[in-house]
């Protein structure tokens, strides 16, 4: 999960568009002012909405990708060209 971390820093801002785009958009000024009333109103906790789910996805596919990679690395050390 740590290499994903920039996917969850798009997360926050893609939370924050979904914000400026919703029913709610005219209470907003901009997107720094989106930001700052989504921080003083409903805390950091708000930011991150949504990103258990998303892990739930993620860290078992990411965990996939890895475990595929080292079975495959392991494999091919057997032959003398990967050597």
């Given amino acids: 999960t740590f290499f994903n971390h920039s996917n969850n820093t798009l997360h926050t801002h893609r939370f924050e568009k979904t914000r400026m785009q919703g029913t709610r958009a005219s209470k907003y000024a901009n997107t720094l002012d989106c930001f700052k009333q989504i921080l003083s109103k409903e805390g950091v906790g708000a930011l991150y909405a949504g990103v258990v ?29 990967f050597q």
């Fill in 53 to 81: 789910p998303r892990l739930g996805r993620v860290v078992p596919g990411q965990g996939i990708i890895f475990m595929s990679f080292e079975t495959i690395v392991q494999n091919l050390e057997k032959f003398t060209i």
